[in-house]
Structure formats: C-alpha cells, structure tokens
C-alpha cells in the first residue's frame, strides 16, 4: 500500500483556487450521535477531469458525494466550494443546472411537493418531457442513447428501465459538475458502456467534471483520469490514474482496488476490538443501535 496522499492536490496552485471544480479544505463533518467521519478532509478536483471515487463500504463515498451535491451543511462558505462557489449556501449550482447529483433513489423534486418516487403510474415521456428548460436536441439524444421507450410506465418497468429513465431526466440540462453514485448498477452491459462514452464527450467538448462513485471497474482503466481512494473517511490518495504504480503492473484497474481493501481488512482484523462490551452497554443502556437517525447531520 502506497503512502497516503492526503496533502498532494490534483492541482498546486494556492493562488488559483478557481482553477478548481471542487475544493474541499479542512472538513470536518459527524452524522447525529456518532464519531466524526470526516475530519481535516482535503480534496481538489480540477476542471475536465474524470474522477473515480473508491473505497469499501461505509468508507464515506456516499456522504462525500452528498455534501459536494449541498445536500449536508457543513462548516463556513469556504469549506466545500464547487465551481467557485459554495456547496450548501449556493442553491443557484442546482436551480442552474451546473450541478448534477445522481444517487440510489429514483426520484424528482417537483416544487414544494419535494421528492417524487418514480414509481407512479405515469410514462416516461411524462416524466422526461416534464422537465423545463430542455434542449429538445439533447433530450432526443439521451432517450435514444439509454434506448428509452417513451410509453413505459413507470409502476410496471424493470430496475433497470427505471434507472435509464432517472438518468436521462438527471442530464437533460447541461452540467459543469456531475455527481455520480452508483447509478449504473442496474444497467446491462451496453447500456453503462454508452453512457460511458457520453460522459466522456461531456468532459472532453464542453469541460465537465465528473465524480464517479462504483464498484464496477470494467473499461475504466482507459476512461478515468484520476481516482481518489477512500478509507474509514480519511483520503488515502488522490491522483492522475496514470500515476498509479500499481496500474502498470497490474491486468486492470479491479484488481488494483481489490488489493487495496483486502489490506484494508487485514489491517481491521489486527486491530483490537472490545465489541462484545460495546454490545452489552447498549443492551443494559435499553437502546438500540438503530435508533440514532443518520438523515441528522452537524458540523463541528
């Protein structure tokens, strides 16, 4: 395992910070009743770039893609700055279209009705051509490329249906940042390989930069330009994924991560543990490990 990179940004400059999509300097950040998970976390992203976020389960991939999407508050203005401005306080990032964050829910905002389920009774053009704003070019594109049948209904398609019609709406407007966590999970082989390449166009014609959150690493030795590797919340290494020793002797980019977390978890079996303690305080105590709400989130 390589040491940790935590002080080396993708781009030196302290002068020109704008150069940055995102900047993220000294978080620190805790859901309700449970330990900090990010503490003095540092991340800078420059613009074009395509980024792999990786890292085990409940490393805090998930959380760090929220926070960047504004979707938690954490400290001042100046902690979480994507594109110049901030994260949270910034709404004008998301009402623009210039920040784009596509996650495990299927979902729409719509007004003061808040999050809408994907799942009614409606069809995919509803849902599709309900989004103002759009170039009609664009959305053409994107229901051809995710090969949308614009008369499914939405309460009877499969996962997979579902999720191509969720990532079409999420792209029809432009983005500057797109956000990405897990979404392609659900698609077949073709289907993640052309969007692939769409994402591709978008960071290379129009400068876009993309965070890309997945355990599916096929074709993204040759599609990625950095990776960042997060541990237990601590940024382990950030990096152009040429740069990565690893890589130049390794068969792919899978077995390169794998190595990674499977010295994680040697390295978590060695570590002493009094959880058979833990266990019984919380059943004398009369709570339960379930009850603390991890949608309440603070800063400190």
Request: hydrophobic share 40%; glycine share 8%.
């Amino acid at each position: 395992m390589a040491d940790k990179a935590t002080s080396k940004p993708i781009v030196e400059d302290e002068e020109n910070e704008d150069l940055n999509s995102i900047r993220v300097c000294g978080m620190q950040f805790a859901y309700e009743g449970e330990p900090p998970l990010f503490a003095d976390f540092n991340l800078k992203i420059p613009p074009g770039s395509r980024c792999l976020l990786v890292g085990a389960n409940g490393s805090g991939k998930t959380t760090l893609l929220k926070i960047l999407a504004g979707k938690h508050m954490v400290g001042g203005r100046d902690v979480v700055r994507v594109l110049n401005n901030s994260a949270f306080h910034d709404t004008k990032l998301v009402c623009s279209g210039d920040l784009a964050y596509l996650g495990g829910s299927w979902s729409k905002t719509v007004g003061s009705a808040g999050e809408i389920p994907l799942q009614g009774d409606f069809s995919a053009e509803h849902m599709i051509f309900g989004v103002e704003g759009v170039d009609p070019d664009r959305r053409l594109n994107l229901i051809e490329l995710l090969d949308i049948d614009l008369q499914w209904r939405m309460h009877k398609v499969s996962d997979g249906q579902r999720r191509r019609v969720q990532i079409c709406m999420g792209l029809l407007h432009p983005f500057k940042v797109l956000l990405l966590d897990e979404v392609t999970v659900d698609l077949d082989v073709v289907a993640r390989l052309d969007l692939l390449d769409f994402f591709k166009e978008e960071c290379d014609q129009r400068g876009a930069t993309i965070v890309y959150a997945t355990h599916i690493f096929d074709g993204l030795e040759t599609w990625a330009t950095h990776l960042a590797y997060i541990q237990d919340g601590e940024l382990r290494r950030v990096q152009m994924l040429s740069e990565v020793n690893e890589l130049k002797n390794s068969a792919n980019l899978l077995s390169v991560v794998e190595s990674w977390l499977r010295a994680e978890i040697k390295r978590e079996k060695k570590k002493p543990t009094n959880r058979p303690a833990q266990i019984q305080k919380t059943l004398t105590s009369g709570s339960s490990p379930f009850m603390s709400s991890r949608h309440m989130a603070y800063y400190r």
